[in-house]
């Protein structure tokens, strides 16, 4: 699959995707590849002279998720996840995890054929390094087990971060190959994804869909 990524100038993040300049982006549905609740969820993605943002609305009956701490293990409760691989020559993809709390968990995924994956945490994460998040719950209040109709989360993450990796930053004309992941516990654990070439298997990096940026 591959989404047009349009060019915005910078804005501040509300987590309720209010903000004028998500008008610029399309609403992309994500696919979901297992489990049984039928929420929906949707992404849309913009990106700046800076960085990359992204905003997931996800359908919910409760907000599934207890962590509090950063870097923990938030994918065995509710979260959205973002996988940006900028350079197919290089194994090395980053991951981006938030669960509806705002808890978040930012790692570097090497891979080697034959020798699994690992995933390693930003050194000097702070400054123009640093994401910048925000969510928001509807129908319900943004807390631990809360009855709700949906939750949203915005973040941005900034090319800083990234630095390192190759086709950082991201230009017109560049491609880079992405994924968008939903995991929600209400009914046994559900996952969605804007491409659903990968299945169920967050980390089938080869099969990733495509970002062009405008």
């Known amino acids: 699959m591959e989404m047009i990524v349009r060019k915005t100038a910078d804005f501040e993040l509300t987590g309720d995707?209010?903000?004028?300049?998500?008008?610029?982006?399309?609403?992309?549905?994500?696919?979901?590849?297992?489990?049984?609740?039928?929420?929906a969820a949707n992404a849309r993605v913009?990106?700046?002279?800076?960085?990359?943002?992204?905003?997931?609305?996800?359908?919910?009956?409760?907000?599934?998720?207890k962590m509090t701490e950063d870097f923990d293990n938030i994918f065995t409760e509710d979260v959205v996840e973002v996988f940006l691989w900028p350079h197919q020559p290089?194994?090395?993809?980053?991951?981006?995890e938030i669960s509806p709390l705002g808890?978040?968990?930012?790692?570097?995924?090497?891979?080697?054929?034959?020798l699994g994956f690992m995933?390693?945490?930003?050194?000097?994460?702070?400054?123009?390094?640093?994401?910048?998040?925000?969510?928001?719950a509807r129908g319900g209040e943004k807390k631990s087990m809360a009855a709700v109709d949906a939750w949203t989360v915005e973040f941005f993450i900034p090319f800083a971060l990234l630095k390192g990796l190759g086709g950082i930053p991201a230009r017109s004309g560049d491609q880079w190959r992405a994924n968008i992941y939903r995991i929600d516990?209400?009914?046994?654990?559900?996952?969605?994804?804007?491409?659903p070439n990968t299945?169920?298997?967050?980390?089938n990096y080869r099969q990733f869909g495509t970002f062009k940026f405008d």
């Open 185 to 195: 516990y209400d009914a046994g654990t559900t996952q969605w994804c804007w491409d």
């Open 46 to 65: 913009l990106y700046s002279e800076r960085g990359i943002y992204f905003l997931v609305d996800c359908e919910d009956k409760q907000l599934t998720c």
């Open 119 to 136: 995933g390693w945490r930003p050194w000097k994460y702070d400054g123009d390094r640093k994401t910048r998040k925000a969510t928001a």
């Open 17 to 39: 995707g209010t903000a004028p300049q998500w008008q610029q982006a399309e609403w992309q549905p994500l696919q979901r590849v297992k489990g049984e609740a039928g929420y």
């Open 103 to 114: 808890v978040e968990l930012p790692i570097l995924v090497g891979n080697h054929e034959g």
């Open 90 to 96: 290089d194994p090395f993809y980053f991951e981006y």
């Open 199 to 203: 299945g169920a298997n967050f980390h």
